[in-house]
């Protein structure tokens, strides 16, 4: 165990992957994702899952003084984009790799205290033809997050490589990781809790491209 694996409070802030139903009304509530996993394998930690279903990167400034300023977290986890990207194809409704960048780096710059921070790539395993299309809008909001984890010192967890790298291996190919592309089945949450763990104890400035392991 290393000196990471302590009572810390570790606060996820999201969309529907970190939020993985979780009961809203029920501050213990973890979901049953990949936040949950952690908890598990942490049991000495404090464990805050504020992931929201949908959210893009703007729903979560909306929401930031009251679900994330006042958690005081030891260490923060920020994973957004995919819904910056989705609701272009679903809603025509856009979201610039630009303006996702304007955003994020205002979230960045209202981070209560000063957290150890982990930045989670957000990922698509394309599992329809029309989705192998979405990766090229998909590609900008992952060199933000890429990005931003460099410049401010955090921890990137790249799933996107990762998941890709796993689905093209897998006997049930992507759709056995996440059946539409996006939500993970278990064994892909699994995936990601163990990529996040490995981030958590390695420290900052840390690309992960081993820390989660699939089998087919």
Known sequence: ??????????????????????????????????VSLVA????????????????????????????VAPTAPD????????????????????????AFETTYRRLLDRVPGSPRLVLVEPFLLPVREEQHGWLDDLAGKRAVVTRLAAERGAALVPLHGLLTAAAATHAGG?????????????EASRAIADAWLAAYRSGAQTIVDNGARLRG
Do not use: K
């Not at 802030?13 to 029920?26: E, P, Q």
């Not at 394998?41 to 959210?55: E, K, S």
């Not at 994973?79 to 856009?94: C, I, K, L, Q, T």
């Open 174 to 186: 992507a759709a056995a990781l996440a059946p539409d592309g996006v939500h993970p089945a278990p």
């Open 75 to 98: 260490v923060l986890t920020l994973y957004v984009g995919v819904n910056d990207m989705w609701r272009r194809f679903d809603s025509a409704d856009p979201t610039s790799a630009e």
């Open 40 to 67: 598990r394998d942490l049991p000495a930690a404090q464990v805050i899952n504020r992931g929201i279903g949908g959210d893009r990167a703007v729903d979560l400034e909306a929401r930031w003084e009251r679900d």
């Open 1 to 34: 165990m290393t000196s990471t694996d302590s009572a810390e409070r570790l606060v996820f802030v999201g969309d529907s992957i970190t939020d993985a139903g979780r009961d809203r009304g029920d501050d213990t509530s973890l979901g049953d994702g990949y």
